[in-house]
């Protein structure tokens, strides 16, 4: 089975800092994905950004991206220059490969709440 | 529309109450979720709907049932709750084969009295 953890319950910085999220993972599997969402106060999950465990390149998207060491298991998050919409509950989530017939399954963690300070 | 609809967005019902939750998107997706959310927990996935048929169940008591009509549509009929069945049910969908994005509603958060 695999298990996420995140470390650090909550977190809070000032607006446009940069701030890093932990997560480590335990698995058997070699083929999997990371991924981090965010939930907001208005409860939707929304997806911050994927990594592919084959890839060894750390993903990006605009102000977010990820540190990815496999071999240590970690996988954490970077948000630079933090927005007051940044505010939310993120959830560090595996999912091995393959993906049978369709149908994903997310192990998450157990989140981290960031505030943002204006 | 990269959206997950659902509905109601709250629901209060009592412990001998039968009632279900819907859950729509048009985004032509083939596999829809059920997840379990606690307050200050993470989700907990319940059932996968692949391709209009039940794919995953995770070990959910029977008086949660879900039904997938069609491609779009998932429901989760509700029957004899128990005040800790009271959480925020968030259903989502992703495209199906080799996808790895999944697309979530805002949820409905259920109280049982």
């Known amino acids: 089975a695999q298990t996420v953890t995140q470390s650090q319950p909550e977190m809070s910085v000032q607006e446009a800092e940069t701030v890093t999220l932990s997560c480590t993972y335990d698995?058997?599997?070699?083929?999997?994905?990371l991924f981090w969402y965010k939930q907001p106060p208005s409860r939707q999950m929304i997806l911050v950004i994927r990594?592919?465990?084959?890839?060894?390149q750390n993903a990006t998207e605009n102000r977010f991206s990820v540190n990815f060491q496999k071999a240590a298991k970690s996988f954490s998050l970077k948000i630079s220059d933090s927005q007051l919409g940044d505010t939310a509950m993120y959830f560090c989530?595996?999912?091995?490969?393959?993906?049978?017939?369709?149908?994903?399954?997310?192990?998450f963690g157990q989140g981290t709440r960031l505030t943002i300070n204006p | 529309d990269t959206e997950v609809t659902q509905t109601p967005k709250h629901l209060v019902m009592g412990m001998t109450n039968k009632k279900s939750l819907k859950c729509e998107q048009h985004?032509?997706?083939?596999?829809m979720y059920w997840y379990k959310q606690k307050a200050k927990k993470p989700p907990e996935l319940m059932f996968v709907?692949?391709?209009?048929?039940?794919?995953i169940n995770e070990s959910v008591p029977s008086r949660f049932s879900p039904e997938c009509p069609n491609s779009s549509l998932l429901n989760l009929h509700l029957h004899a709750l128990q005040p800790e069945d009271s959480a925020l049910y968030l259903c989502?969908?992703?495209?199906?084969?080799?996808?790895?994005?999944?697309?979530f509603g805002q949820g409905t958060r259920l109280t049982v009295v």
């Open positions: 709907y692949s391709y209009e048929k039940l794919s």
């Open positions: 698995t058997s599997e070699s083929n999997y994905y």
């Open positions: 990594q592919e465990a084959y890839k060894q």
């Open positions: 989502a969908s992703s495209q199906g084969q080799g996808a790895t994005e999944a697309f």
């Open positions: 989530a595996f999912m091995k490969l393959p993906i049978i017939q369709g149908a994903q399954k997310l192990v």
């Open positions: 985004m032509g997706h083939r596999a």
